[in-house]
């Protein structure tokens, strides 16, 4: 169980990692779509490429994060019944669903995916958009993306089975100290009592 345990930290620590940056991405298809819209209402010209480029960049960061929003337990759910349940009941949810229902679909994504990525990659297929880019880079985001994310479901089981052996504590609850809203509020704070001093 240990050597699992190591695998699923280091999981953990890449998705981690691309999370703290995907966020780049989403920056750069706002700051293109801004200059797009710009250029457009300017100089009455653009190009698909931009319109595009949105696109794969939005595609990119949401596939390749997927497995940062399941380590982070962000994805919608609907717990009409599993919140009713005790926690070891909502952690055998989590179980069944990890092993019947999201690493079935991973593969199932995967067996399709990765051949659609090569076809597209070998055939050098381009955009059917007068001036569009070529596709295969966003094709690659497929399986990539599931990837992560089929290790990261891989990661959740191995912590849920760890927790019901009583070797870890519930990986279900969130790791962050304190959110975003709280540390803005405590930063105001500290902004207010330096102005109080040196005053």
Same mark, same amino acid.
């Given at each position: 169980?240990?050597?699992?345990? @190591?695998?699923?930290?280091?999981?953990?620590?890449?998705?981690?990692?691309? &999370?703290?940056?995907?966020?780049?991405?989403?920056?750069?298809?706002?700051?293109?779509?801004?200059?797009?819209?710009?250029?457009?209402?300017?100089?009455?010209?653009?190009?698909?490429?931009?319109?595009?480029?949105?696109?794969?960049?939005?595609?990119?960061?949401?596939?390749?994060?997927?497995?940062?929003?399941?380590?982070?337990?962000?994805?919608?759910?609907?717990?009409?019944?599993?919140?009713?349940?005790?926690?070891?009941?909502?952690?055998?949810?989590?179980?069944?669903?990890?092993?019947?229902?999201?690493?079935?679909?991973?593969?199932?994504?995967?067996?399709?995916?990765?051949?659609?990525?090569?076809?597209?990659?070998?055939?050098?297929?381009?955009?059917?958009?007068? &001036?569009? *880019?070529?596709?295969?880079?966003?094709?690659?985001?497929?399986?990539?993306?599931?990837?992560? *994310?089929?290790?990261?479901?891989?990661?959740?089981?191995? @912590?849920?089975?760890?927790?019901? @052996?009583? *070797?870890?504590?519930?990986?279900?609850?969130?790791?962050?100290?304190?959110?975003?809203?709280?540390?803005?509020?405590?930063?105001?704070?500290?902004?207010?009592?330096?102005?109080?001093?040196?005053?």
């Amino acid at each position: 169980m240990r050597a699992l345990l @190591k695998f699923s930290n280091g999981v953990d620590w890449i998705n981690t990692q691309i &999370g703290k940056y995907v966020i780049w991405l989403i920056m750069a298809s706002t700051v293109i779509s801004g200059v797009n819209a710009a250029v457009r209402k300017i100089f009455s010209t653009s190009s698909n490429a931009y319109l595009e480029v949105q696109w794969y960049l939005f595609a990119a960061s949401f596939l390749i994060a997927a497995g940062y929003t399941l380590l982070n337990n962000e994805h919608v759910r609907i717990d009409v019944v599993s919140s009713r349940l005790s926690k070891r009941g909502q952690i055998w949810v989590d179980i069944i669903g990890f092993t019947f229902f999201l690493t079935p679909f991973c593969l199932a994504i995967l067996y399709y995916g990765v051949p659609f990525f090569y076809r597209g990659l070998i055939s050098g297929e381009m955009s059917g958009n007068a &001036g569009g *880019l070529i596709r295969w880079p966003v094709y690659a985001m497929i399986p990539l993306g599931f990837s992560l *994310l089929l290790l990261q479901c891989w990661s959740e089981l191995i @912590k849920r089975i760890a927790f019901l @052996k009583g *070797l870890i504590e519930d990986p279900t609850v969130k790791k962050v100290d304190k959110t975003a809203e709280e540390e803005l509020a405590e930063a105001i704070r500290r902004l207010a009592e330096s102005k109080t001093t040196a005053a």
